[in-house]
Every structure is written in structure tokens, then in C-alpha cells.
């Protein structure tokens, strides 16, 4: 149950098991429209690198390492505010996203409809590589 008194900063005890401890997922939001970005993984170290540089650093579950978006893309993330949510397991960021968010090269990870009939469709360009 949330309550506006409780947790003001991430509880990463709440969190997803993972080799590099403690893990919370991420939600990353454009700053400028509230578009959803991208899903990912942060632990306590990748969040104090994001308060400390205002860039977006996260946990790759699947590298089992820190992960500073836009170090090999250029595709950068530009903190503009961290949130979190009411139990404290949820991070929110709000960020300046330079070139695509996506590793598939679109802006949003979310460029993917599903129709009612179950298909898909692809719902913007890619703007990069």
C-alpha cells in the first residue's frame, strides 16, 4: 500500500535478485512529451552514476555490468529528474534522449502496435542505424 510518507529514495531491497545485487526496474520517459522511451534495470551503484553525471547509467542483467546509455551508440540520455514511485521499487526518469532510444534505431523501445487480431504494426521511422 503507498503512502505519501513513505520512501523517498529507491529501496533497492524490494528489488529483482541479479549478479550485481539488488536490481530496479526502470522506466524512462522524454522529458519533453512523457513518451515512454524504454524499460530497464538499475542497481544502487548505476543510480549514484546518474545522480553524480545527470546521464542515464543502468544495469545490464544480461552483460552483468553498468551500463552508461550512448557510451558505443552516441544515443545519449540526459537526466532531467529522477522519481520514484510509492513503495520505492520503481524508478521513473525523465530525460533529454539524444538519437534513438532503441537499439533497433527507433526512438521509442514501444514502436511496436498490436492490432486486434494479433499482428503488428510498426508505428514510426527508425532515426538511426
Same mark, same amino acid.
Given at each position: 500500500m503507498c503512502d505519501e510518507d513513505s520512501r523517498a529514495a529507491p529501496d533497492f531491497t524490494r528489488g529483482v535478485p541479479s549478479s550485481g545485487g539488488s536490481v530496479l526496474p526502470v522506466v524512462t520517459q522524454d522529458a519533453d512529451n512523457g513518451r515512454v522511451l524504454m524499460l530497464a534495470w538499475m542497481n544502487q551503484e548505476?543510480?549514484?552514476?546518474?545522480?553524480?553525471?545527470?546521464?542515464?547509467?543502468?544495469?545490464?542483467?544480461?552483460?552483468?555490468?553498468?551500463?552508461?546509455?550512448? @557510451?558505443?551508440?552516441?544515443?545519449? =540520455?540526459?537526466?532531467?529528474?529522477?522519481?520514484? @514511485?510509492? @513503495?520505492? @521499487?520503481?524508478?521513473?526518469?525523465?530525460?533529454? =534522449?539524444?538519437?534513438?532510444?532503441?537499439?533497433?534505431?527507433?526512438?521509442?523501445?514501444?514502436f511496436r502496435k498490436v492490432n486486434d487480431d494479433g499482428s503488428k504494426t510498426i508505428t514510426e521511422e527508425k532515426i538511426a542505424k
Open positions: 548505476s543510480l549514484e552514476l546518474t545522480l553524480k553525471t545527470k546521464r542515464a547509467v543502468y544495469y545490464s542483467r544480461s552483460r552483468r555490468g553498468l551500463w552508461r546509455k550512448g @557510451d558505443t551508440s552516441g544515443h545519449e =540520455q540526459h537526466v532531467e529528474r529522477i522519481e520514484v @514511485d510509492c @513503495d520505492g @521499487d520503481t524508478i521513473l526518469l525523465h530525460v533529454r =534522449q539524444v538519437g534513438a532510444a532503441c537499439h533497433e534505431g527507433y526512438r521509442s523501445c514501444f
